[in-house]
């Protein structure tokens, strides 16, 4: 994955921002870079790239427009399981003296993987040492014990939540992601996650926010309106709405539309007394 996670992120926070930030975001956005290129950040890269279980997807040194100053170094890679131990060791030993951001996708025995960001959201990077603010290996190794075949990206909001998002899905359906939910806090305690935080799950059919000891009775829900009302996309992750009012949007058939909203009400959950949008298939 050659993605670079963080200049998407940071792309989409321009444009809830609106005026003058939209233009500055907007060289990002077009990923306008000027190349720096550096013999010291050519052999790091190589000496990356020569580890046990690890293969560079990407990597890139540039400034960029306006200020044309103060070059920026990433490195996207990705690495099985027992390799990210000494890739970590690597980094925090290299002599580079710039700062790096780094991509790493962790594969798991299972045939998932888990990717995270280097410097962590809201973070500076503190040289060559690679620290996302979890514990990727625990992570990657209880993902791989709960779930196959879903490609996602591992973070801690800048309010505290920890966030498995699915980037790739092997099966889109909401199914695929139940095990996620089930596991939620035992994924964000594996992580080094705040043990009180609240953990967004979230993929191209299912958005949720699962909060301290709601994990499996969110699974037995999300189960139910799936097996018994036809539920097949359902979104309750707690985002900002373009009304400002927070809501459960779901895709249904229209003659379950009572009940789905009758077993959310008895649900007890955070999301059981917020209002209901069906959307159109």
Not at 13 to 18: F, K, Q, S, T, Y
Not at 70 to 85: F, K, M, R
Not at 137 to 155: K, T
Not at 192 to 218: C, H, K, Q
Request: aromatic share 6%.
């Amino acid at each position: 994955m050659s993605t670079k996670l963080w200049l998407t992120l940071g792309a989409g926070v321009a444009v809830v921002l609106g005026g003058a930030a939209v233009v500055v975001f907007g060289w990002m956005i077009d990923e306008t870079h000027f190349d720096r290129p550096d013999e010291g950040f050519d052999r790091l890269t190589a000496q990356i790239e020569g580890l046990p279980g690890v293969s560079v997807d990407g990597s890139e040194r540039w400034v960029e427009a306006p200020a044309f100053a103060h070059p920026t170094s990433w490195i996207g890679l990705t690495v099985d399981e027992a390799g990210l131990p000494d890739l970590v060791d690597s980094t925090c030993a290299s002599t580079y003296p710039d700062d790096v951001q780094w991509t790493v996708r962790v594969q798991t025995g299972a045939g998932s993987a888990v990717a995270v960001n280097s410097p962590a959201e809201g973070a500076a990077a503190q040289g060559s040492c690679l620290d996302s603010g979890l514990d990727t290996a625990a992570l990657a190794e209880r993902v791989g014990g709960a779930v196959g075949g879903l490609d996602l990206y591992a973070s801690t909001r800048l309010d505290g939540t920890f966030a498995l998002v699915a980037l790739e899905e092997a099966d889109a359906r909401i199914t695929s992601l139940l095990p996620l939910v089930a596991e939620a806090e035992v994924l964000r305690d594996a992580a080094g996650a705040d043990a009180t935080a609240p953990v967004e799950i979230g993929g191209s059919t299912l958005a949720v926010l699962v909060e301290p000891g709601e994990s499996e009775r969110y699974r037995a829900l999300l189960a139910r309106l799936v097996d018994d009302h036809g539920v097949t996309r359902y979104y309750a992750d707690g985002g900002e709405q373009i009304d400002g009012v927070p809501k459960v949007q779901i895709v249904a058939p229209d003659d379950q539309h009572a009940a789905i909203e009758a077993a959310l009400r008895d649900s007890g959950l955070r999301i059981a007394d917020l209002p209901v949008l069906f959307l159109e298939p």
